[in-house]
């Protein structure tokens, strides 16, 4: 069954220091995946997606991904956490057929100042 | 990417009713999908819905309880049906891309408290 993990469901940060949300995916074929963020009362926002080419994506507000074939993973990164990085972030995933996409369970994010 | 509009944006009602939820598109889509999202969990797919054919339902949801309308590619309306506090939840819509602008856009979501 294809499925988007995202193993944490919570993760604590110090302002400044790096952050990393993990992901993981079970897709067929090619993965198109992404990240999204959801404020409180907020819908979701795109942060960034992986359709093909560099492996290291660029995305909104300073973060980045890093697609990891041998590893299933597309885990979010950010150099320098702030505060208002502080939101629930989803990781979600599809074939490249555009049939389906799935969602990982959320990661609530803590950066503290 | 495409701009979704979405409403209402919120609504609280009262068990027994139904309420349609409204998602209007910018730019036409072959595929727009409906989610569901209780408090505190993932979202979670309803339904696909495709211009002049029948949505498409994930297990679990059932067209009588939420109904779906797809008239044309820039709109489509999601029922919810005769209403429980078990319905209450985030409701989103979405729109595929294509192509090199292949992705995911969300609506606003509606907030719905069914008490």
């Known amino acids: 069954a294809q499925s988007v993990a995202q193993p944490e469901d919570q993760v604590n940060v110090a302002e400044g220091n790096p952050l990393t949300v993990k992901c993981t995916y079970s897709v067929s074929g090619n993965p198109y995946l992404f990240w999204y963020v959801q404020y409180p009362n907020r819908g979701l926002q795109f942060l960034l997606k992986?359709?093909?080419?560099?492996?290291l994506v660029k995305g909104s507000y300073g973060f980045e991904a890093e697609f990891n074939k041998s590893q299933t993973s597309f885990h979010l990164k950010k150099p320098s956490a702030l505060v208002s990085d502080s939101a629930l972030y989803f990781c979600?995933?599809?074939?490249?057929?555009?049939?389906?996409?799935?969602f990982g369970s959320g990661t609530k994010l803590n950066v503290k100042p | 990417s495409a701009v979704i509009s979405q409403k209402p944006s919120r609504d609280i009602c009262q068990r027994g009713t139904s309420l349609t939820i409204q998602c209007q598109v910018d730019s036409q889509v072959t595929m727009m999908f409906w989610y569901r999202q209780q408090p505190g969990q993932s979202l979670t797919l309803i339904a696909t819905a495709n211009q002049g054919s029948e949505a498409t339902y994930e297990s679990g949801f059932v067209i009588d309880k939420f109904p779906i309308s797809r008239p044309n590619l820039t709109f489509s309306t999601l029922t919810v049906s005769n209403m429980s506090p078990e319905d209450s939840s985030i409701y989103l819509c979405s729109v595929a891309g294509a192509g090199n602008n292949y992705g995911y856009t969300f609506g606003s979501g509606t907030r719905l408290t069914v008490v």
């Open positions: 979600a995933g599809g074939p490249d057929n555009f049939n389906k996409f799935y």
């Open positions: 992986y359709i093909t080419g560099d492996n």
